[in-house]
Nanobody
């Protein structure tokens, strides 16, 4: 009913930038993308999945302290897409990045409260 497809990951040097995209496809029987809150999470090897940033249905955003001032989350409801602009990347940002949809529309930092997940995209930052 809802599919999320991430893109934009890759290998970048420390201090560089990447923009991740998450395209959301919904069937007519479910709420439309514009009503969702969308989150970005990441998971490094041997670590738990952690919250990175999120945007609610009204465009309000929240970022983790570790990425505040460097990462920006945004959405384009006409394109059913959410973005994560990542600047001033650090080696500790290396992880698989996932986007997730929370269909009630409100931001949560808890992964299990999201209803749908993408397959993830690898981001590697070299020092």
């Amino acid at each position: 009913q809802v599919q999320l497809v991430e893109s934009g990951g890759g290998l970048v040097q420390a201090g560089g930038s990447l923009r991740l995209s998450c395209a959301v496809r919904t069937s007519p029987s479910v709420r439309t993308f514009s009503a969702y809150a969308m989150g970005w999470f990441r998971q490094a090897p041997g670590k738990e999945r952690e919250f990175v940033a999120a945007i609610n249905w009204a465009g309000a955003t929240k970022c983790a302290d570790s990425v505040k001032g460097r990462f920006t989350v945004s959405r384009d409801n006409a394109e059913n897409t959410v973005y994560l602009q990542m600047n001033s990347l650090k080696p500790e940002d290396t992880a698989v990045y996932y986007c997730a949809a929370e269909t009630s529309g409100w931001i949560t930092l808890v992964p299990k409260e999201y209803d749908y997940w993408g397959q993830g995209t690898q981001v590697t930052v070299s020092s």
